[in-house]
């Protein structure tokens, strides 16, 4: 076991949990800062009376910027491993963040989202290498354990807008500067063992092939299509809840802003809960069928969403996050195992698509809900949910006894 291995919890063929934990949590505090701009919606459109399709093209600028780059990150990080990238990417973030707090005008809103968007771009798809770096061959659970930081992070992100921003206003949004200077340090701690591994010769993450694809092309296409399909009809859904589950709270059972932020924070919170059972199970019975377990499972509940009373509204919100809080950790390992030499560019692919999708749902639903209203747009998305059915075709690529694919 190497001297950096030793200090870091893990070694060449172990998992380096020291390195998990600090990766997840630097995801906690990106995705925290980054939670917290659709929570001040609500202040941004009293404040300069924006319209819902105004804030949806907020979600999209930052959700768009994000998923642009990271595929061409991943590509290059693949090829050319920057160990201290991450650290450049939260030096975005902490700037993006001061712009944010004295931006006055529609424009610069967006200028300092997209600066955000730039960070999360540079920092998903090199952590993701991070993570499965230090799996020791537990891609699952090192994913997981990656996600549930993002999760928790997203969730803690409106409670702490409901306890800062809204009291106190935009400029208090420079405040979370100094949240992004403690990921700065973490990240370049994360650095140094990364250039360690580099430079010891042990960058590689455990299973990858460089030789070529372990699986036909063809398969790859078919369950590639799939993949994409269950990312589009999750993240759809989840962008109607983040960027409007507090308007259709407000709107149907009028609640004041800061307790439909503490509705938010459930569901938030739930998607984080779910999120490490998802790894478990995925190591254990196969990514499949947590994938289909959790997108269409998650179904029946989004469907009666519209048509419950709050107790039952804020009830089902937190068994659907969840049910289909596992679904992006188990489809981004599954298609690292269809494409284990290009884990970088698979995963800047899959968070680009994430964010994309994520970015494009919001402003589509803003759109429709400036034409109709909050309630129609929540009975069309709670239906996205049934496109999980088509995850039983995917083809079942678990590790059988003798090594060989199944």
């Known amino acids: 076991m190497k001297s950096s291995d030793r200090k870091y919890g893990g070694s060449g063929d172990g998992t380096a949990f020291i390195i998990l934990f600090s990766i997840g949590f630097a995801h906690l505090l990106n995705d925290m800062i980054q939670s917290v701009i659709p929570a001040m919606y609500p202040l941004l459109k009293e404040s300069y009376g924006f319209t819902l399709g105004q804030?949806?093209?907020?979600?999209?600028?930052i959700q768009m910027t994000s998923s642009v780059f990271q595929p061409f990150v991943g590509l290059y990080a693949d090829r050319h491993p920057r160990?201290?990238?991450?650290?450049?990417?939260?030096m975005f973030t902490f700037s993006g963040l001061l712009v944010l707090a004295f931006a006055r005008t529609f424009g610069l809103i967006l200028i300092a989202v997209g600066i955000i968007g730039c960070g999360s771009a540079v920092f998903h798809?090199?952590?993701s290498r991070v993570a499965q770096m230090a799996s020791g061959g537990r891609k699952s659970l090192a994913q997981?354990?990656?996600?549930?930081g993002g999760n928790g992070g997203s969730a803690a992100g409106p409670l702490l807008a409901a306890l800062v921003v809204i009291p106190y206003g935009q400029e208090s949004v420079a405040w979370f500067s100094v949240v992004?200077?403690?990921?700065?340090?973490?990240?370049?701690?994360?650095?140094?063992w990364y250039g360690g591994r580099i430079a010891s010769g042990c960058g590689a993450v455990p299973g990858a092939v460089v030789s070529g694809a372990?699986?036909?092309a063809r398969t790859v296409r078919f369950a590639m299509s799939i993949l994409v399909i269950m990312i589009f009809s999750k993240y759809f859904f989840i962008s109607c809840m983040t960027s409007y589950f507090t308007f259709f709270l407000i709107d149907k059972f009028d609640l004041s802003v800061q307790q439909?932020?503490?509705?938010?924070?459930a569901f938030l919170g739930a998607l984080a809960a779910g999120t490490l059972a998802g790894g478990f199970f995925g190591d254990r019975y196969g990514r499949k069928y947590v994938i289909l377990f959790s997108i269409l499972g998650a179904a029946p509940f989004t469907l009666c969403l519209p048509y419950l009373n709050l107790f039952w509204t804020v009830v089902f919100s937190v068994i659907i996050g969840l049910v289909i809080a596992s679904a992006f950790s188990a489809i981004l390992v599954y298609a690292t195992d269809l494409m284990p030499d290009k884990v970088g560019m698979v995963a800047g692919v899959f968070f680009g698509l994430m964010f994309g999708l994520g970015g494009i749902?919001?402003?589509f639903f803003g759109w429709l809900a400036d034409r109709t209203s909050i309630e129609f747009i929540f009975r069309v998305s709670t239906v996205l949910p049934l496109f999980g059915i088509i995850a039983s075709w995917l083809p079942d690529i678990r590790p059988a006894k003798g090594g060989k694919s199944v």
């Open 260 to 265: 439909s932020q503490v509705c938010l924070f």
């Open 180 to 192: 992004a200077f403690v990921a700065l340090i973490i990240l370049l701690g994360i650095g140094r």
């Open 55 to 61: 804030i949806g093209l907020i979600t999209f600028v």
């Open 144 to 148: 997981s354990i990656f996600q549930v």
């Open 214 to 216: 372990v699986y036909p």
């Open 83 to 90: 160990p201290y990238s991450l650290a450049v990417g939260m």
């Open 125 to 127: 798809p090199e952590a």
């Open 361 to 363: 749902g919001s402003a």
